[in-house]
């Protein structure tokens, strides 16, 4: 006992903290860090129009790609921690331009970023370090990806290799079908991103969304949740980032988590380590639970949106502290982290339009000041205040109402009953998240 608390108190004190970013996921986490007794400010950079609303939780008016700006505000408001939320400022350097300033961080540096800013070096990387994933093959020309096809002579999944904001995978249905998919991978229309492409065979199973921590030595797991990446009910319709989430899952027992530890991510982070990454950030695996037992359908290098929102309510007060500790390689001094045994539910509201060409603009109307006393979190993405104070949509995804309980079904009644209090014309939110576990519950 003794040895723990001295261990603890290793960590410096944790009072100003910058979260960098400006989605749903960003003022989920400065929510949950704000909850810390030592937190006593939370800055977020450029957050959006509920960040304010947010107890401690400060808006800083600084784009996220303006590092520069970023780093002197950390250094001027004496900010201890940053965790950066997204993977476009984490693959632009924005974690190391951070540390080279003297700065502790949580997020990897533009090396670490990898794992999800290049689909190939991904990939590279698993099958150096021997991790079930489906098979691939890299193309940095149309005609070597059409010959490869010719040769492989199946429907493949097509995947863009750099960041395209979840819109560079296609998965084909036909041997056409992927010859069209290649040919506008390299069309020019994912940019850079669309350079070069993998081909990957296709997988089939439920997919889940696992979180690990990572101090660059040792990993700390998080509950696992569950994204919905189609708009429409019955998982109709076009991919989006993600239109609700609940967690934990039932797909995996403690032994399989245990398993996906030892076989998928601790070897990650140690191939990462022979690389001499020294990887201070999340390792998202998002996997598919094949037949053959579970395999990586791709990394990312940040939490999950809308997972997070999921996430965040059910980690206790010391969740700052773990960040802390995984941002300064102490894991192991960090306080063990607790998760509620709660059911969590997620629904996410977008806008019209959404995922082609969301308006903005939008007066947005909540009320809800009957869920005083219910365990709801309103979390804003796409939103903006107006100097009179009106509240408009300003992205494709708008807000999302987050909800625990005992039961998955009692978490989302409440989320639902809430999410019926928001209005603004041309909302969308699926009536069936959670499908998987609503009605389910022992
Ligand atoms: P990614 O951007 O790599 O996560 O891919 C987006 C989505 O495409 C995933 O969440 C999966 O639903 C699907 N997907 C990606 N790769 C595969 C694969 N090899 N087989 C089947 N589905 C896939
Ligand atoms: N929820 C999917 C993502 O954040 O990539």
């Given at each position: 006992?003794?040895?723990?608390?001295?261990?603890?108190?290793?960590?410096?004190?944790?009072?100003?903290?910058?979260?960098?970013?400006?989605?749903?996921?960003?003022?989920?986490?400065?929510?949950?860090?704000?909850?810390?007794?030592e937190v006593e400010k939370v800055y977020v950079a450029p957050g959006n129009g509920g960040t304010q609303d947010q107890l401690t939780c400060h808006r800083l008016d600084i784009q996220e790609s303006n590092h520069e700006e970023i780093i002197q505000a950390c250094i001027s408001l004496q900010i201890n921690l940053v965790v950066v939320g997204g993977e476009k400022p984490l693959a632009?350097?924005?974690?190391?331009?951070?540390?080279?300033?003297?700065?502790?961080?949580?997020?990897?540096?533009?090396?670490?970023?990898?794992?999800?800013?290049?689909?190939?070096?991904?990939?590279?990387?698993?099958?150096?370090?021997?991790?079930?994933?489906?098979?691939?093959?890299?193309?940095?020309?149309?005609?070597?990806?059409?010959?490869l096809l010719s040769k492989i002579n199946k429907p493949l999944?097509?995947?863009?290799?750099?960041?395209?904001?979840?819109?560079?995978?296609?998965?084909?249905?036909?041997?056409?079908e992927t010859r069209e998919a290649i040919k506008e991978s390299f069309s020019g229309k994912f940019?850079?991103?669309?350079?070069?492409?993998?081909?990957?065979?296709c997988l089939q199973g439920p997919e889940v969304s696992i979180f690990?921590?990572?101090?660059?030595?040792?990993?700390?797991?998080?509950?696992?949740?569950?994204?919905?990446?189609?708009?429409?009910?019955?998982?109709?319709?076009?991919?989006?980032?993600?239109?609700?989430?609940?967690?934990?899952?039932?797909?995996?027992?403690?032994?399989?988590?245990?398993?996906?530890k030892n076989d998928i991510l601790l070897p990650t982070l140690y191939a990462l380590r022979k690389k001499n990454i020294n990887y201070r950030g999340v390792i998202?695996?998002?996997?598919?639970?094949?037949?053959?037992?579970?395999?990586?359908?791709?990394?990312?290098?940040?939490?999950?949106?809308?997972?997070?929102?999921?996430?965040?309510?059910?980690?206790?007060?010391?969740?700052?502290?773990?960040?802390?500790?995984?941002?300064?390689?102490?894991?192991?001094?960090?306080?063990?982290?607790?998760?509620?045994?709660?059911?969590?539910?997620?629904?996410?509201?977008?806008?019209?339009?959404?995922?082609?060409?969301?308006?903005?603009?939008?007066?947005?109307?909540?009320?809800?000041?009957?869920f005083q006393h219910s365990p709801i979190q309103l979390f804003h993405s796409g939103t903006k205040i107006t100097e009179e104070g009106k509240l408009l949509t300003s992205g494709g995804r708008v807000l999302s109402i987050v909800s625990q309980g005992d039961s998955y079904n009692e978490a989302f009644e409440i989320a639902y009953k809430a999410m019926n209090q928001i209005n603004f014309h041309g909302i969308n939110y699926r009536q069936d998240i959670g499908y998987q576990v609503r009605n389910k519950d022992k």
């Amino acid at each position: 006992m003794e040895k723990a608390a001295a261990s603890l108190s290793e960590l410096p004190q944790l009072k100003k903290v910058l979260v960098v970013g400006s989605g749903g996921r960003e003022n989920a986490l400065a929510w949950a860090i704000a909850k810390s007794q030592e937190v006593e400010k939370v800055y977020v950079a450029p957050g959006n129009g509920g960040t304010q609303d947010q107890l401690t939780c400060h808006r800083l008016d600084i784009q996220e790609s303006n590092h520069e700006e970023i780093i002197q505000a950390c250094i001027s408001l004496q900010i201890n921690l940053v965790v950066v939320g997204g993977e476009k400022p984490l693959a632009a350097g924005l974690a190391d331009q951070l540390r080279a300033a003297g700065l502790v961080v949580f997020g990897p540096g533009e090396q670490g970023a990898q794992l999800e800013s290049s689909k190939n070096w991904s990939k590279d990387l698993m099958k150096e370090a021997n991790i079930p994933t489906a098979k691939y093959w890299s193309a940095s020309t149309e005609k070597e990806a059409q010959d490869l096809l010719s040769k492989i002579n199946k429907p493949l999944v097509v995947k863009a290799d750099g960041l395209a904001a979840g819109k560079g995978v296609t998965i084909c249905s036909s041997i056409k079908e992927t010859r069209e998919a290649i040919k506008e991978s390299f069309s020019g229309k994912f940019g850079e991103a669309g350079a070069k492409l993998v081909l990957e065979e296709c997988l089939q199973g439920p997919e889940v969304s696992i979180f690990a921590l990572s101090d660059g030595e040792t990993l700390e797991i998080l509950p696992t949740a569950q994204d919905h990446k189609r708009l429409l009910d019955g998982d109709q319709g076009p991919n989006t980032g993600g239109m609700g989430a609940y967690a934990p899952t039932t797909m995996l027992s403690k032994k399989d988590l245990e398993r996906v530890k030892n076989d998928i991510l601790l070897p990650t982070l140690y191939a990462l380590r022979k690389k001499n990454i020294n990887y201070r950030g999340v390792i998202y695996a998002g996997l598919m639970l094949t037949k053959d037992g579970p395999q990586v359908i791709e990394f990312n290098c940040r939490f999950g949106d809308p997972e997070c929102q999921a996430l965040m309510p059910l980690m206790s007060s010391d969740f700052a502290k773990v960040l802390q500790a995984a941002a300064m390689g102490r894991l192991k001094s960090a306080p063990k982290l607790k998760a509620s045994p709660l059911k969590s539910a997620c629904i996410v509201a977008t806008a019209y339009g959404y995922p082609e060409n969301p308006r903005k603009g939008d007066l947005i109307s909540i009320k809800l000041n009957n869920f005083q006393h219910s365990p709801i979190q309103l979390f804003h993405s796409g939103t903006k205040i107006t100097e009179e104070g009106k509240l408009l949509t300003s992205g494709g995804r708008v807000l999302s109402i987050v909800s625990q309980g005992d039961s998955y079904n009692e978490a989302f009644e409440i989320a639902y009953k809430a999410m019926n209090q928001i209005n603004f014309h041309g909302i969308n939110y699926r009536q069936d998240i959670g499908y998987q576990v609503r009605n389910k519950d022992k």
